[in-house]
């Protein structure tokens, strides 16, 4: 018989337990130094679906057809003015491009050259002839400025304006924003903070806004793959390349990163970040549970090291079997522990039940093999069976997390009826000196007993009462509300996705030519869900001789004025004192006493001009450089701006092209979401849509969905074919339908619960969380299968028996493992945490609760057990 077999298996462990624990160091050592060679982990979540799927296989054609864009660090860099985050994009793209052992390419896809000539054309034509206006009524001063790009030229164009003033040719309110502005430099590095200056916003007469200050730019590191973070290195060195340009808070520049690979060294940066508190808090409340659950040291000491090897073991066989661990597999750590050490607690509880009714120390060993043996083997078995149910499914990530976990249990177990009887012969625990079971208990299970059929209607309601809510049962697809919104790469891509123009939430769309691409564009603008659509014929403009036009009829006035001046030689500190000097006191003669706003502010460009004079060189030196520096890229840009010519497919930068068509010709259609498409539901709405017209576009909308989706379908799969699988199990082994029957119906019936509470507290499932539900199968299985096993054996007090001590504490033992994961500020794992609590307290609940109810009535059939 089985039950012989182990306890027989128990026994020669007893007889032999430093063989025993010799091999099981072996195996230990092996399995740790496997591990330490091959330990590897992806936080990628598209890894945790297979590639066999049809919107996976469209991710990957996509990702081949464009590989750029693929293993992306999405710098983003924010400048307080239009001009420096220019000039701060343009040089960082510049010193990455000269790191080619870090950098396999940097690049800013709406800057360079082309853009700088031509962007403009892009605009619309009011816009173009609105801009070209503004240059030329900023000609009288850009001449100037251009002959001598320094604050002595600035003061200059001041007094000449001033000048302009007295003659009646203008009037003070016109000058007054710029009076402002400078003003407002000046004031700021007089106080000592950072002073910026734009001219840009001065033409425009408005202040720029995020289209203007902010510049994205794509950078494809150098991975490291044998690092736990391939792209900490790059990212690191993109920073300190920053830092040595001087772009900082302080230098009017903000660099963030975001992307593919910051998300993913950042997500296990997070998951990290809490180890210590997560496993403290599990470490010290396992000790308390278990010494409150066996009262003895010796048996404490003996549970955490068949723990603690079990755990290297399956460590090593989880790697073996699946060469890397994910997001999700690596939960069989908790797990495990809460699983695996259910069995050694169910043994050690009975073992010194045995003890207290007077049998050695051998004795009581082979009669705990022999007692319990079977119940550990059934549940054990019944573990593996559903986690292994997860296996055939698409979600490779619980697949995988599978495999490890029904690897741990067959590990568990093997340990529970070897090292562990090997470790207490060793350690030789006293027993018998406490009650191991619940007397007090006995007027509860007396009520219990007595109102079974009240007690079972009462759980049959409430089972249908979450039934019904299982309808409400909300899933979170998105991957993203996984991350910690702390790090710097998910809030910056929030910031990202609330613009509508730079939103990664897009989806493409490939079409076998370019000549195609307008008709599919057509088609998808055409959809409510859609705001625009971009394709390659996008970056050539319309309306291109109008534009031109007004262009070359600007260039004729501003380029004599931009291209035929000799610069004045700089000047000193005296001459820069001299003319802030005189520019201050003709603005107080312009501004008389005067009290209109214009007055007012020429009187206070005047104080601060006269305080910069009698300021160190270094501030004078610091206000120099705010107005003189975005002057220079504002020429540049202005004499780039004036050479636009005509733009055709053929004049497209090839770096460009390739972004939108493949070389084999196909062409990208890139179609955005309406304003408010950031939720979930609209996602959805939106890639739907999409996919109706092109089912083989790809995207983050419709893979978020696609995740979704295939996520529901391997769970309700894999559910059905663990309740199958484990139904078998149990019916041939118990051989009743009865039993079986009584075995799952309170793991049905906390599963419910569990479903309804999610509802009731707004829990929705997520990537994470979801593995709450094969935890509570297998932990659900296993105590029913103790109590089922028990009753055939005659025990006719459950509550008041050793096996609910030990049960009772096998559950908070599993609450301690995953419920401090609730402590760690990644929201996905604390979630997982948050669920797990709630599914081990419904079942434990319904175990002590319906339970005794439903095995008040004797077995019809008494049959031999031991």
């Given at each position: 018989m089985a039950v012989s077999r182990i306890g027989r298996i128990v026994a020669a462990s007893c007889r032999l337990p430093v063989t025993v624990l010799l091999v099981a160091l072996l195996l230990t050592a092996a399995a740790l130094l496997y591990t330490a060679r091959h330990f590897a982990i992806t936080t990628d979540t598209a890894e945790l679906i297979s590639t066999e799927l049809t919107y996976r296989q469209n991710e990957l054609a996509y990702d081949a057809a464009f590989p750029q864009f693929q293993d992306v660090i999405v710098a983003v860099v924010e400048g307080a003015t239009p001009e420096l985050a220019d000039a701060s994009a343009s040089r960082l793209v510049e010193a990455l491009q000269a790191q080619p052992a870090l950098f396999r390419a940097a690049r800013q896809p709406d800057g360079g050259a082309f853009f700088a000539r031509n962007g403009l054309l892009l605009l619309p034509t009011a816009r173009v002839q609105a801009t070209m206006e503004q240059l030329v009524r900023a000609q009288p001063f850009l001449g100037p400025l251009a002959a001598d790009p320094s604050l002595r030229g600035v003061m200059g164009v001041i007094g000449t304006a001033l000048q302009g003033v007295e003659g009646g040719q203008a009037r003070l309110d016109d000058i007054a924003p710029a009076m402002a502005a400078i003003a407002g430099t000046a004031e700021a590095a007089l106080a000592g903070r950072p002073a910026f200056f734009s001219w840009r916003d001065l033409i425009a007469g408005s202040a720029a806004g995020s289209r203007q200050t902010r510049r994205i730019l794509l950078v494809q590191p150098v991975m490291d793959y044998a690092a736990l973070q391939p792209g900490a290195a790059a990212s690191a060195a993109i920073r300190d390349t920053a830092r040595r340009l001087g772009?900082?808070?302080?230098?009017?520049?903000?660099?963030?990163?975001?992307g593919p690979v910051p998300l993913a060294d950042e997500e296990f940066a997070t998951l990290a970040q809490d180890a210590e508190l997560v496993t403290g808090a599990m470490v010290a409340a396992l000790l308390l549970v278990l010494w409150l659950a066996v009262r003895s040291v010796r048996c404490m000491v003996a549970i955490l090291v068949t723990t603690l090897l079990g755990l290297v073991m399956t460590t090593g066989a989880g790697l073996l079997a699946t060469g890397r661990f994910n997001l999700i597999s690596v939960a069989f750590i908790p797990l495990f522990v809460g699983?695996?050490?259910?069995?050694?607690?169910?043994?050690?509880?009975?073992?010194?039940?045995e003890r207290r009714l007077g049998s050695g120390l051998h004795g009581a060993l082979a009669a705990t093999g022999s007692g319990i043996g079977r119940a550990l083997a059934l549940a054990a078995a019944a573990i593996c069976v559903g986690f292994f149910a997860f296996l055939p499914t698409s979600f490779i990530g619980v697949a995988e997390l599978g495999a490890i976990a029904g690897l741990g249990m067959i590990i568990a177990f093997a340990l529970s009826i070897t090292l562990l009887p090997a470790l207490l012969t060793l350690l030789h625990p006293a027993g018998g000196r406490a009650e191991m079971g619940y007397a007090a208990l006995a007027p509860i299970e007396a009520v219990l007993r007595g109102n079974r059929r009240a007690v079972l209607v009462v759980a049959a309601l409430v089972g249908a009462g979450s039934v019904a809510l299982l309808p409400w049962v909300r899933f979170d697809f998105n991957p993203l509300n996984l991350r910690s919104e702390a790090v710097e790469s998910m809030a910056t891509l929030r910031i990202l996705m609330a613009d509508p123009d730079r939103t990664p939430n897009t989806v493409s769309v490939l079409v076998p030519s370019l000549e195609q691409a307008p008709a599919m564009a057509r088609r998808l603008q055409a959809l409510p869900a859609v705001s625009h659509t971009v394709t390659l014929d996008s970056f050539i403009p319309d309306q291109q001789a109008e534009k031109l036009a007004l262009i070359r009829d600007a260039a004729a006035l501003l380029e004599p004025t931009l291209e035929g001046v000799e610069r004045l030689p700089?000047?000193?500190?005296?001459?820069?004192?001299?003319?802030?000097?005189?520019?201050?006191?003709?603005?107080?003669?312009?501004?008389?006493?005067?009290?209109?706003?214009?007055?007012v502010t020429a009187r206070r460009l005047a104080a601060a001009l006269?305080?910069?004079?009698?300021?160190?060189?270094?501030?004078?030196?610091?206000?120099?450089?705010?107005?003189v520096e975005p002057l220079g890229i504002l020429l540049e840009q202005v004499r780039a701006m004036l050479e636009a010519g005509p733009v055709s497919r053929q004049t497209l930068p090839p770096e460009l092209v390739a972004d939108w068509l493949t070389a084999d010709g196909r062409a990208r259609v890139e179609a955005f979401p309406h304003n408010d498409a950031g939720d979930d539901a609209s996602l959805q709405r939106f890639s739907t849509a999409i996919q109706a017209i092109a089912p083989d576009a790809a995207g983050t909308p419709i893979s978020?969905?696609?995740?979704?989706?295939?996520?529901?379908?391997?769970?309700?799969?894999?559910?059905?074919?663990?309740?199958?699988?484990?139904?078998?199990?149990?019916?041939?082994?118990?051989?009743?339908?009865?039993?079986?029957?009584?075995?799952?119906?309170?793991?049905?019936?906390?599963?419910?619960?569990?479903?309804?509470?999610?509802?009731?507290?707004?829990?929705?499932?997520?990537?994470?969380?979801?593995?709450?539900?094969?935890?509570?199968?297998?932990?659900?299985?296993?105590f029913n299968i103790y109590f089922v096993m028990a009753w055939r054996a005659g025990e006719a007090h459950p509550l008041q028996s050793s096996l609910t001590r030990a049960v009772v504490f096998s559950a908070l033992t599993t609450a301690t493992a995953f419920g401090a994961l609730w402590l760690s500020s990644h929201p996905g794992t604390a979630s997982m945490g948050r669920l797990l609590m709630v599914s081990l307290g419904w079942e434990l609940l319904v175990t002590l609760l319906v339970r005794?109810?439903?095995?008040?009535?004797p077995p019809t059939e008494h049959q031999e057990v031991v």
């Open positions: 772009m900082d808070p302080a230098h009017g520049v903000t660099l963030r990163l975001t699983l695996g050490i259910d069995f050694a607690i169910q043994f050690c509880v009975r073992y010194l039940a700089p000047p000193d500190d005296a001459a820069q004192i001299d003319s802030l000097r005189r520019t201050a006191a003709a603005l107080r003669q312009g501004a008389g006493q005067a009290g209109d706003p214009a007055a006269d305080q910069l004079a009698a300021a160190p060189p270094a501030t004078r030196a610091a206000v120099a450089t705010a107005l978020i969905k696609g995740a979704g989706d295939a996520i529901v379908t391997a769970f309700l799969q894999a559910a059905l074919l663990s309740a199958l699988a484990i139904t078998l199990l149990l019916a041939l082994v118990l051989r009743r339908s009865r039993d079986v029957l009584l075995t799952m119906l309170p793991v049905l019936l906390s599963a419910a619960l569990t479903l309804a509470s999610c509802v009731v507290f707004d829990l929705p499932l997520n990537f994470a969380n979801i593995i709450a539900l094969p935890l509570l199968l297998g932990i659900g299985v296993a005794p109810a439903l095995l008040a009535v």
